[in-house]
Each structure stands twice: as structure tokens, then as C-alpha cells.
């Protein structure tokens, strides 16, 4: 049965095309510096926005029209499993992600629990033989049951310590049966909400001491996809540990888990941190750190996570800027971890949306690729250190220098003269590279 019958296979068509089902600027099979858009972007659906949730929020029931709605159980699990490849192929999606339950339903028990999860598994695993998508991540959704109300790995009740044991242990064990590049680790209700009641060193220690007994599980079944941490300030906790990429690093720093481990970065969580979502990645990147990335925008109006599809091309060009600077993704890619709106209730929705978000990245890649092939950027910044490459500046880098030879080196100074970080120019400049990639891209 088809699920989207009234939708074909969605092709680039390119810029000029008036099918709203058609790549305008994502093409596959594009070459952007030698390497194909589809392996560069690695884009990926996320199962729990767009097959599980309803549309529903705080103040309203769902409202999402969807032709599984009709369904109850493991009969509406298997359902969205058939209705999700269908989606993926249409879409021509290489990878999606999932938590234990956007797929299969709880049950009374841990046990029973993990045999609708079997089911499952073995569905998704069958239709993964004959679809080119394959699985990003897969994570323990560890968060929205009553049991996690103090936490997962930092409740302060031992019998919750060893059930999100569980529930990880059965994901590592999903994420190797299903061949999943990445596993996931974002701590929803790993923070706290007073001091008052909280002992927040065993909280931490129990965090480290949880990701050390994943990693060593990892090694034992042999599974060798890449460890993310995915880090956000708030929400639904009021102070999550994982605030951000920087907190995130000294925390695994300090527990000798560095080795181990990469970051998602989601760019609504950047916004909710206080910074850009450039920001965030540049701190993965230059540390080494970079993963993968949850493909999203924010609402500065609203404040909260509303995981909006990411249409905001400056912003998508500058993320693609610190992704091509990486080398790439590696093993991760570009999850769009972003729902429709309320409002968008309709299932062709969730076509235009992620349309819209794959050309907004494609067109992101195209402007920082050629940003950075004419050095903007790089050159404006390696003539504004340049006084560390010769001089004072050198003997600094080079650990020639202490501060007693500085003292005598400033006392001799003429009055210091300063260069201007000319932002303006450089803002201006962006505009240009991406007003410029449009237009050769529409001709
Ligand atoms: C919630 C998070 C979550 C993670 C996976 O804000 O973004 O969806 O990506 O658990
Ligand atoms: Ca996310
Ligand atoms: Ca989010």
C-alpha cells in the first residue's frame, strides 16, 4: 500500500521549475569540489518528527493528517516503518534516525518492551535490504517516561541508573544489528532543576561512569559506530549538563571520555545557549570534536525549541562554511531534526519541508564552497594575525619569550596602532558570494 500515493519521486528540476515536488537546488549528484552534494550533505529524516509525533502541544491536540492515523499498537508501528521507506525513497533521503519508541510502543515491562522493539528492528532491517537509505543514529529515548522525572544516568534513584543501562544496552545492540553510523546520547533530564535537593558531583560522576560502561559495552559486542553527544542548555530540564559544546568537552575531558566521543550539534540548541549555531560548530571543529549535526532553526521571537526546518540560507552557509572546513562529516551527516508546524497538518507537508531544508543547504554549500576557494575569509583573517608571524609575535608562538622580556619589549613601544575588523565589509562581502551563487545558479 502506498502511504503518499499522490506523490512521485521528487527530482532536481532546478531553480526555474514550478513543481513545488522538485529540488530546485539540491542535486545529488552535483558536484561541489570533487565530491557529489548527496555524500557532502548526507542528509537524513528524522523518524520522531515525521512519522510519530501528532502536532500536539500545550495548549492543543494533534493535528497532523496522516494515513496511519487510523491504527493502534504494533499494527501503527509496523505501518509507519512501511510508510517511512516509502518516504525515504520519494524523498531520496540517504539516511534517517530514530529513538527506541518513535518506533515501537512501550509496554508494561522492560522485557515486553524490548520484543516490540525485536519486531520492529527486524522490520526496519528488512527494509533496509532493498533501500539505498541507511540508518544515521538510533537513540534510548530516556526523557519522556514518568521513571526519568529526576533523570536517566543522573537520577538520583539507583533502579532508574540501571534501567537507562538497559535501555542503552538494547540500543547498542539495535544500532549494531541495523548497521547505524552513529549512536546518540542527548541528555533530555541529565541536569537539574534546584540545587536545593541535588548532589551534583555524583550526578556528574554518574553521568562519566554511565558513558564508560557504553563505550566498554560498544567495544564487547563489537559495535564501531561513532559516539555523539548531543549538547543543550535547557529544556525540558532547567540546567542540563551538556550545555554546550565547551561544557560538553570539559566534562569528557575530565573523565577521560574524549577519545570516545564526537558532538551532535543541533543549531537550535546553539540559539538556546546563547550562541550561533557557527559558533558551536567552530568549537567542535577546531578541537576535533565534530560529528554530526541536527539541521534545524530556532525562533529568537519565541526563546524555546520550536526545531523549525532550516530555511535561513546565512545561516546555512556559514554551518556549511565550518562543515567543508572539516573535511566533511564523516560518519555523520545532516539530520533534520525538525518538525512542520502545526498549522502544516498536511502530509505534503512534510515533503515541502524537507525540500525546502535540503535546498537551503545545498545552496549554503555552494556559497562557503566558493568562499572558501577564493581564500575570503581565510586571507582577511591570516593578514589580521599576521604580527604572530614574524617579530614578538613569532618569539610568543614559538615559546621564545616570557614576561619579563615582554615588559622590556612593550616598554620600548611607540604609541600601539590597531587594524579594523572591518565586520561590515566582511557581512557585506557574504552577501555578495551568496547573492552572486544565486544568480549564476538561476541563469
Ligand atoms: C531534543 C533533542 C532530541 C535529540 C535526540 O531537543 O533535539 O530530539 O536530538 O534525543
Ligand atoms: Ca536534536
Ligand atoms: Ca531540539
Not at 105 to 123: F, G, H, M, R, W
Not at 214 to 224: F, L, N, R, S, T
Not at 330 to 338: C, H, M, V
Amino acid at each position: 500500500m502506498a502511504y503518499f500515493e499522490n506523490i512521485n519521486q521528487i527530482k532536481f528540476e532546478g531553480p526555474t521549475s514550478n513543481n513545488p515536488f522538485s529540488f530546485k537546488y539540491y542535486n545529488p549528484e552535483e558536484q561541489v569540489n570533487g565530491q557529489s552534494m548527496q555524500d557532502l550533505l548526507r542528509f537524513s529524516v528524522a523518524y520522531w518528527h515525521t512519522f510519530t509525533a501528532d502536532g500536539s502541544d500545550p495548549f492543543g491536540a494533534g493535528t497532523m493528517q496522516r494515513s496511519w492515523n487510523h491504527l493502534n499498537g504494533m499494527d501503527l508501528a509496523k505501518a509507519r516503518v512501511e510508510a517511512s521507506f516509502e518516504f525515504f525513497e520519494k524523498l531520496n533521503a540517504p539516511y534517517f534516525c530514530f529513538h527506541d519508541v518513535d518506533v515501537a510502543p512501550e509496554a508494561d515491562t522492560l522485557s515486553e518492551t524490548n520484543k516490540n522493539l525485536d519486531i520492529i528492528v527486524d522490520l526496519i532491517k528488512e527494509n533496509l535490504k532493498s533501500s539505498k537509505t541507511k540508518l544515521l543514529w538510533n537513540t534510548a529515548n530516556m526523557f519522556t517516561h514518568p521513571r526519568y522525572v529526576h533523570g536517566a544516568a543522573t537520577s538520583n534513584n539507583a533502579d532508574v541508573f540501571a534501567y537507562a543501562a538497559a535501555k542503552v544496552k538494547k540500543g547498542l545492540e539495535v544500532a549494531k544489528e541495523l548497521g547505524s553510523e552513529n549512536y546518540v546520547f542527548w541528555g533530555g533530564r541529565e541536569g537539574y532543576e534546584t540545587l536545593l535537593n541535588t548532589n551534583m558531583k555524583l550526578e556528574q560522576d554518574n553521568l562519566a561512569r554511565f558513558f564508560h560502561m557504553a563505550v566498554d559495552y560498544a567495544k564487547e559486542i563489537g559495535y564501531d559506530g561513532q559516539f555523539l553527544i548531543e549538547p543543550k542548555p535547557k529544556e525540558p530540564t532547567k540546567h542540563q549538563y551538556d550545555f554546550d559544546v565547551a561544557t560538553g568537552l570539559a566534562f569528557l575531558q575530565k573523565y577521560n571520555l574524549q577519545d570516545y566521543f564526537k558532538f551532535n550539534i543541533e543549531a537550535n540548541h546553539a540559539t538556546l545557549a546563547g550562541h550561533t549555531f557557527e559558533h558551536e560548530l567552530r568549537v567542535a571543529r577546531i578541537n576535533g570534536m565534530l560529528g554530526s549535526v541536527d539541521a534545524n532553526q530556532g525562533d529568537t521571537l519565541l526563546g524555546w525549541d520550536t526545531d523549525e526546518f532550516p530555511t535561513d540560507l546565512y545561516s546555512t552557509t556559514l554551518a556549511m562554511y565550518e562543515i567543508l572546513k572539516n573535511g566533511g562529516l564523516g560518519k555523520g551527516g545532516l539530520n533534520f531534526d525538525a518538525k512542520v508546524r502545526r498549522g502544516s497538518f498536511e502530509a505534503d507537508d512534510l515533503f515541502h519541508s524537507h525540500i525546502a531544508g535540503m535546498d537551503a543547504f545545498a545552496i549554503g554549500l555552494k556559497v562557503a564552497n566558493r568562499l572558501l576557494e577564493d581564500k575570503v575569509l581565510e586571507d582577511f583573517i591570516d593578514n589580521r594575525y599576521a604580527s604572530f608571524t614574524k617579530g614578538i609575535g613569532l618569539e610568543i608562538i614559538e615559546g621564545k619569550t616570557d614576561f619579563k622580556k615582554l615588559e622590556e619589549y612593550a616598554l620600548g613601544l611607540a604609541p600601539i596602532k590597531n587594524q579594523s575588523g572591518r565586520q561590515e565589509r566582511l557581512k557585506a562581502i557574504v552577501n555578495q558570494y551568496l547573492i552572486e551563487t544565486l544568480t549564476k545558479v538561476t541563469v
